[in-house]
Each structure stands twice: as structure tokens, then as C-alpha cells.
């Protein structure tokens, strides 16, 4: 069954209801729903969710200027973005693909079609995950280097990066040191165990209390706790 987290941003509350019954009909059960823009925003930055499902026509802030927020921040450029339209609204169609919108579906919509393309973007999720990673508050992207935690840029040196990005990779995995400057710097490049120590601190310290999430395995080496 699907485990993939949805945020549906609506603030008609029928459409709501329908859209959440479809996603639990069809094995989504991690649903989360705001109904109007600053609220859907505030939501997808704190839970960072799989997918988007983005009504145009919401009260305050409308679905454009949160696509818009959302394309343009490092920590939730990455999350697929359904936009709900009504037939009327082909301009506003074409602003929101252009804005980085990943696909819309016209109200009336079929739930089957919205259930299918749902799974496509999802799909295509995948496909990306190994150049960008999630872990709770913290988005890594291998494309432009970036690290963002709750929103905010991390600057980490390339050998910083290159370490926490192994250890939140294969989270929950064990790695001593010698496997870390190996992974990370390959065979015989001389760096000592002590200098991978020193930067697992400075990476802790760059990530403030996040940083407690890499774990030292007493006489081992280091891992990255599992996400929640």
C-alpha cells in the first residue's frame, strides 16, 4: 500500500471530503489538508509532504502565488505539484506550468484520472530521490549542492556534503571511519580518522540540535538516525 504523504490545499470542504475518501479508497492514508493558501504553505514547509494537490481559487494568498513560494524555495521545490482548476482558468493553467507546477486536473474531475496521474508523478518522484533527499526538517539536493533545514540554507564545505549526504543516504546504516573516507574520498587518499571526526562535529554544529540525529557508534564509527 502506498506510504506516500499528500497535502491537499482546498478550501471548498466537499471537494475536500471527495479528494480525501479517492486517496484513502486507493491506499493513501498520510492526507493532510489546509484550506486556504498561507495555511497549505505553512503545511507543506513543516510536514514536506510527497505530492501537492493545489486548488487555483483560494481565499487570501490564491493557488499561483503558492506555487510560486513553494518552486522557489530550495526545501520544497522538489515536492510534484497537481494543480485543481476549473475549465475556465486555461491562462492561469499555463502560468502554473510555467511557474513549475507539475500537472493540473479540471474540475469536474474523474477520480480515476486523478488517481492515475497521482501515481505518475509519484513515479517520477522516485526516479529523482537519488538526487534529492528527505529527512525530516532536512532537504539535500545533489544537483546544486544545497542542504536546507526548517527552510534555511545550511553551508557545508564539499567534503561536509559529501559525508552527510552518505550517512542520510543509507540512514540507519552504520559506517566506521575508514568506509566513510572511502566512499567519500576513495582508496588511499590521505586523510586520517581523526579529520573525519573534526567534520562530523563542524556538520553537527552547522545543523544545531538536528545535528544529534548523527549518531557515534562507540568503537564503530557513525549513522544517521531513520527519519520519522
Known amino acids: 500500500m502506498p506510504k506516500d504523504r499528500i497535502l491537499i490545499i482546498e478550501d471548498e470542504r466537499e ?3 471527495l479528494l480525501q475518501m479517492n486517496l484513502t479508497l486507493n ?3 498520510d ?6 493558501g498561507e495555511s497549505g504553505l505553512a503545511e507543506a514547509r513543516r510536514h ?12 487570501g494568498m490564491d493557488g499561483l502565488s503558492v506555487c510560486r513560494l513553494l518552486k522557489t524555495n530550495p526545501a520544497t521545490s522538489g515536492i510534484p505539484i497537481i494543480m485543481l482548476t476549473a475549465k475556465s482558468e486555461e491562462s492561469d493553467i499555463v502560468l502554473g506550468l510555467e511557474m ?6 479540471t474540475k469536474p474531475f474523474s477520480n480515476k484520472v486523478l488517481i492515475s496521474r497521482i501515481r ?5 518522484d522516485e526516479t529523482t530521490m537519488k538526487s534529492i533527499i528527505r529527512c525530516g526538517d532536512l532537504v539535500m539536493n545533489d544537483e546544486n549542492r544545497s ?3 526548517k527552510g534555511e540554507r545550511i553551508e557545508l564545505t564539499y567534503s561536509e556534503f559529501e559525508i552527510l549526504w552518505l550517512l ?3 540512514r540507519g546504516r552504520v559506517y566506521t571511519r575508514n568506509q566513510i573516507i572511502s566512499e567519500v574520498k576513495g582508496n588511499d587518499y590521505p586523510v586520517t580518522e581523526r579529520a573525519i571526526d573534526v567534520q562530523i562535529v563542524n556538520i553537527r554544529r552547522k545543523l544545531g540540535d538536528w545535528g544529534e540525529n548523527l549518531e557515534t557508534v562507540r568503537g564503530v564509527g557513525y549513522r544517521m538516525r531513520e527519519c520519522e
Do not use: E
Open 100 to 105: 513549475g507546477a507539475n500537472d493540473y486536473v
Open 15 to 17: 471537494i475536500q471530503q
Open 168 to 170: 542520510a543516504y543509507k
Open 48 to 59: 514536506l509532504p510527497n505530492l501537492i494537490l493545489l486548488d487555483l481559487m483560494l481565499p
Open 147 to 149: 542542504v536546507v533545514l
Open 27 to 29: 491506499g493513501f492514508h
Open 120 to 124: 505518475v508523478q509519484l513515479r517520477r
Open 31 to 36: 492526507v493532510l489538508i489546509a484550506s486556504d
